[in-house]
């Protein structure tokens, strides 16, 4: 078992910044998820750590090893590591046994011991009448099985796994999650899952590292960042969160605070230390809003669309305040507007992002 | 030092040697030669001086050859542009039936030697011709067969290289987005109306790149010239050499080396051109969609497949018929008939005859000898090419094209100046031995086996290594277990290409060639030279065998291939 510590790590291709000072502190057996869109920086992290590609600045550390630093390189060969692909990797020319055995026979581990651990890694992931498949004659699935059991025949003590879902169908990802999460309690090893799918990412994770550019933008539990994104664009990117601008009214109390926003006040959650400002950014999800009982008051909002979700609509509204910005909401069956229609939104909840956060979207 | 550390140290080395080990190999079959060559031409044996250099120049027969040389490889090349470029619209873009069969028929011409080309062609014609005999229309005794010619010369470079243009232009068509042909269409052009402004400005650059390379190959030819040239005294500098080198005077290494120079530079041009139209293709926008779909041929079908089966039989059929007719005549001269059919000729190639029985040891396991080790060479270069993105490796996968773009007699030239002496050190004369041979096959025919190895590299998915690398496997080891079996098809398919030209080759052996080393073209020219067409014929029209059944074999593996490895596979 080990922890994985990236200090700063830097990483550029060309002039292109690919990796800006990215520091991560991953504890043992913690499953973390590194999340991000394309080309945010998640793929060349995971190719440092395995050590396919050099550093330019900074240190990358496996337990007390130091693997990764401008001037030192481990091969990946010599990590002792594991990874799941995301096109699998299995080599065609093999079986699933000598696929699964390739790591062993390399260490130096003969039969019967070799077989022996075979076929307790084939055993765990269900595959054991496919010994002598090839892998082209597998499915999506199995192969999965596979590259997963390969990974953990030599029980490494940190896995990286590349959006190992991605290539699936919706209902096999299901079952794959479960599979990924039993795994990890049942081994304990610390493994990092490069994903794009948010969903994922929260239903795995125990930490989740959010992306973006080069950056790490945000590492907290997935109902941290659900709950209290530290920047705009975390509060943008995760669960579809609207920012608008707003004016905290009051101290904190309780954790929450009085705003007004789009000439409406509300009380919202933000952090103990938040000062009294004009300048804040609040960030609102589709639940944290809803049509206003008759006779309270709201923002004024015009409905612009539709769409029914199954057993509830989706309304887009433009506020009367501000003419750019859309807000998202849900309303139950039956459709309560249409589209054109003026209604009243109310806020009861929300989260006031931390001044930080806004300078660094700034920057 | 800690122990993991140690190993990583191992695995630094084992890389480094492995890629500077490989560095050095290339740089010792392509560049050394090349440069050997060189400082002959500017200090013939070891001292810098201008007399060898000015009695070449002086020899009217060195200017003689130049024109021939040039008349020849450039009438050719239009030949070949022309039939090979027809053929190639024609068969890529419509709807014709059986393309797979057609396109191996068309391109079997240049697989087949083009000493054996000749061979059977000048039995097709002239009054000695067994299959005009058979029909009673073989021209009267006495007279001349048309083929010992400039314009016999210019035909059949033509008819040999025109699959040359056929190959590169198809390659260009098939990279041809169908959206552009589409687009044309739907604007309300005609399909005749969209090749002309579409497809064919489009296909310049490949076309001129097929321009170049069959001239190169035209220039340095020397089995048609050496056939059909030397019996009229009509001289072209490869031919020139090979009669110099024959006489062998003082002085006359240093002449024939600035005569191989000369080829060099004149092919060089060529080469500076496909390169100049090479890079103009970067440009192109390349979009990832399907093939066109073929124009329909409607009520042109029928008569265009027959035209194009009529020419490739004209082609094939016909002069390998005169050969087969040839080697089955108890002596040049006796009409064909049943009373007169014999298979002792091939009786006589493959059990009598000495050097005819050395020659096939020697073609087979040179020829094979080759194939495996270039194979061995070109699996961890076309790593470092492919995935290590090494710069000296690109530099030298440049310099690994140089042996093969250069005319045969050059790099022949530049082995004997390499080998005449005793390698130093060692003490060992490699000249007048097989090995010297070998070294030349390595050095010229490495290319053929790299393009394909590279293009298989490039069809692996880099994770399939990246998957080994992880479970601890280091590189000799992915080498072996890995990366070899994924990239085994594209290596048959290169040292099987690889084979077949040095099985067929004759430029490079007629210069290095000695008793007890004689190759199967060496020992075809001698019998034809000695007047022994009978035996020449039976003895090709044998290689002519191997080489269709191993080409007919591949289709055993050929779905495994990327595409446009095998030249004879569509």
Known sequence: MARLTIDRAQKRFGSYIALDDVSIDVEDGEFLAVLGASGCGKTTLLRQIAGFDKLDGGAIRIGDRLVSSSEQHVPPEHRKLGIVFQSYALWPHMTVAENVAYGLTVAGVRDPERARRVAAALDLVGLNGFAERRPGMLSGGQRQRVALARCLVTEPSLVLLDEPLANLDVHLRASMEEEFSRFHKRTGTTMVYITHDQAEAMALADRIAVMDRGRLLQLATPSMLYREPANITVAGFIGDGMVLPATVLSTPRAGRCKVSVLGVEAVVRCRPDQAVTDQAKLCLRARDIGIAPSGREGLSAMVERLSYQGGFFRLEARPAASNDLVLHLDAAEPAPAQAGDVIRISIHDGWVIPEAGIMDKAA | ?570
């Open chain 2, 1 to 570: 030092m800690s122990l993991a550390d140690t190993a990583t140290l191992r695995t630094r080395v084992e890389e480094t040697g492995l890629l500077w080990g490989l560095v050095g190999l290339v740089a010792l079959l392509s560049l050394l030669p090349i440069g050997r060559l060189v400082v002959e031409g500017l200090a013939p044996g070891g001292q810098l001086s201008a007399t060898a250099l000015g009695k070449v120049f002086a020899s009217p027969a060195t200017w003689t050859a130049t024109a021939n040389s040039l008349v020849t490889a450039i009438s050719g090349t239009a030949f070949a542009v022309l039939i090979g470029g027809t053929v190639a619209l024609l068969a890529t873009l419509t709807d014709i039936r059986a393309r797979n069969a057609f396109t191996f028929c068309f391109v079997l011409p240049l697989m087949i030697a083009p000493q054996v080309t000749a061979l059977a062609w000048l039995q097709l014609f002239g009054p000695s011709s067994t299959l005009l005999k058979l029909i009673g229309m073989a021209p009267p005794l006495g007279s001349r067969n048309p083929l010992y010619s400039r314009e016999g010369i210019i035909l059949l470079l033509g008819l040999q290289y025109a699959p040359l243009v056929f190959l590169t232009l198809r390659a260009g068509l098939r990279a041809l987005p169908k959206e552009l042909i589409e687009a044309g269409l739907a604007a309300g052009a005609s399909p005749l109306t969209v090749l002309r402004t579409v497809v064919l400005p489009l296909m310049t650059p490949p076309l001129v790149a097929g321009i170049a390379l069959c001239f190169v190959s035209c220039l340095g030819n020397f089995g048609i010239p050496a056939f059909l040239g030397i019996p009229g005294n009509f001289l072209v500098l490869p031919t020139l050499i090979y009669q110099r080198l024959a006489g062998l005077g003082p002085g006359v290494l240093s002449e024939v080396a600035i005569l191989s120079l000369l080829i060099g530079v004149i092919a060089m041009a060529g080469i500076l051109l496909q390169d100049f139209m090479m890079r103009r293709r970067d440009f192109r926008i390349t979009t990832t969609s399907s093939a066109a779909r073929p124009f329909e041929l409607g009520r042109w079908r029928a008569p265009i497949e027959t035209l194009l089966w009529t020419f490739a039989i004209l082609v094939l059929a016909l002069p390998l018929l005169g050969l087969l007719s040839t080697s089955l005549i108890p002596a040049f001269g006796v009409p064909l008939n049943a009373a007169t059919a014999t298979f002792g000729n091939y009786a006589y190639v493959l059990f009598e005859h000495a050097a005819s029985k050395r020659a096939f040891v020697n073609s087979f396991l040179m020829s094979a000898g080759a194939a495996i080790l270039i194979v061995l060479i070109c699996v961890p270069l076309g790593y470092f090419i492919v995935w290590k993105k090494s710069r000296a490796l690109r530099l030298l996968n440049l310099a690994a094209e140089l042996p093969y773009a250069m005319p045969g007699v050059v790099l022949a030239i530049a082995a004997i100046l390499l080998f005449l002496k005793p390698l130093p050190v060692l003490g060992v004369s490699l000249y007048n031995t097989v090995w010297i041979i070998v070294f030349a096959y390595l050095a010229r025919f490495l290319v053929l086996g790299l393009r394909p190895i590279v293009s298989g590299y490039l069809q692996i998915d880099r994770t399939l290594e990246e998957a080994a690398q992880i479970a601890g496997a280091g590189l000799p080891r992915r080498l072996a277990t890995i990366i070899f079996p994924l990239v085994a098809p594209a290596a048959v398919a290169g040292a099987l290409l690889i084979f077949l030209t040095a099985f067929n080759e004759l430029t490079v052996s007629a210069l290095l060639w000695s008793s007890g080393a004689e190759t199967l073209g060496v020992v075809v020219f001698s019998f034809e030279q000695g007047g022994d067409s009978t035996y020449a014929s039976a003895l090709a029209t044998i290689t002519v065998l191997v080489t269709v059944a191993l080409m007919a074999s591949t289709t055993l593996f050929a779905q495994k291939l990327p595409q446009g490895v095998l030249p004879w596979r569509d």
